[in-house]
């Protein structure tokens, strides 16, 4: 075993580094944050913070508390879902007078299923100077961690909160063949999982990835088909913070979707849509729901 070495990160020759970039003024910068363990906040992103006249967050308490840990005392601005557009248009007006701003949301990449998509398009639109400083995101560090073979993912996000629009949200995506990434809520876990069950082939690996860089992180790999009883093994699961992969679909070749499409055809034209995503889902192997949505679309409904 080799000698443990232990890093003094104030003394780091490196730490300088963050200042010599230029950090124009009049700029929008977009500041990825912690999404659990707060030592995963970068150099840069420390030092543009400090240097920012305001910090525009989802929740002023929470950013003020974390500017605080690291000896940070600044001027905070409520930028949430609610009050995007108005707050967007202070932020324009701060930098058209110069001032540097930063943007930041609870946790995370900011504008990635958070709020300030809106203020970047207005700041943008505006044509003022928008600059990212990348850092932690839970669906790259997910994907990191996952071991799923595949160069493309697909970012959903949230499900709807309903059944149906899951659902609907859902079926789309069953013939996807890339790597499916999904947040969701704990109190939601349980029907998530549900509904992916629902949606895709029992034997598709699936990874959940809870309480990243916390305590309690897990990630954890299994098929589908056991998805829900990994869940309900453990109390403790239903509650954290989740993202949930799902492995892509097989690609299905050209004949393979032919035959599909030439079968739901036939039935449609005897039975009801329903009846012929249910037959159609029996003969090709196909899921039902994506057979379901095609058939919607062949009636033009
Ligand atoms: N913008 C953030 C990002 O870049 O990761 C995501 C914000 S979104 C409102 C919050 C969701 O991200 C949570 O419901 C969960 O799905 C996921 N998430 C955030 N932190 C996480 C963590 N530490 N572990 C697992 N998932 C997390």
């Known amino acids: 075993m080799t000698e443990q070495q232990t890093i003094d990160i104030a003394r780091l020759p490196v730490m300088g580094e963050a200042a010599q970039q230029s950090y124009p003024t009049a700029t929008l910068y977009v500041v990825a944050t912690p999404i659990g363990n707060v030592t995963d906040i970068t150099l840069r992103a420390l030092h543009l913070l400090a240097l920012a006249d305001v910090v525009a967050c989802e929740d002023t308490r929470k950013t003020g508390a974390l500017l605080q840990r690291f000896g940070l005392n600044?001027?905070?601005?409520?930028a949430h879902q609610h009050n995007e557009r108005e707050v967007a248009d202070k932020i324009v007006e701060r930098l058209r007078n110069g001032q540097r701003v930063a943007l930041v949301s609870d946790a995370g990449t900011p504008a990635v299923s958070d709020p300030g998509a809106r203020i970047v398009d207005a700041v943008r639109t505006a044509g003022l100077n928008v600059v990212p400083l990348p850092g932690p995101s839970a669906a790259v560090t997910a994907l990191s961690?996952?071991?799923?073979?595949?160069?493309?993912?697909?970012f959903v996000g949230f499900l709807p909160a309903k059944a149906k629009g899951r659902e609907a949200a859902l079926a789309p995506l069953a013939r996807e063949t890339s790597t499916l990434v999904f947040y969701e809520a704990p109190h939601r876990?349980?029907?998530?999982?549900?509904?992916?069950?629902?949606?895709?082939?029992?034997?598709?690996?699936?990874v959940f990835a809870?309480?990243?860089?916390?305590?309690?992180?897990?990630?954890?790999?299994?098929?589908?088909?056991?998805?829900?009883?990994?869940?309900?093994?453990d109390q403790h699961r239903e509650r954290g913070e989740f993202v949930v992969l799902v492995e892509g679909a097989v690609a299905a070749t050209d004949a393979e979707d032919a035959e599909a499409e030439r079968v739901l055809q036939i039935l449609l034209s005897e039975c009801s849509v329903k009846q012929a995503a249910n037959l159609a889902a029996q003969i090709t192997g196909r899921k039902k729901n994506a057979l379901y949505?095609?058939?919607?679309?062949?009636?033009?409904?």
């Open 74 to 78: 600044k001027q905070t601005l409520a």
């Open 145 to 154: 961690a996952s071991g799923l073979v595949n160069d493309r993912f697909h």
């Open 189 to 206: 876990i349980v029907d998530c999982v549900e509904a992916l069950m629902a949606a895709f082939e029992p034997t598709r690996q699936v």
């Open 210 to 233: 809870r309480e990243l860089s916390k305590l309690f992180e897990e990630v954890h790999r299994c098929p589908l088909s056991e998805a829900l009883a990994w869940v309900k093994a």
């Open 293 to 301: 949505e095609r058939a919607l679309q062949i009636k033009g409904e």
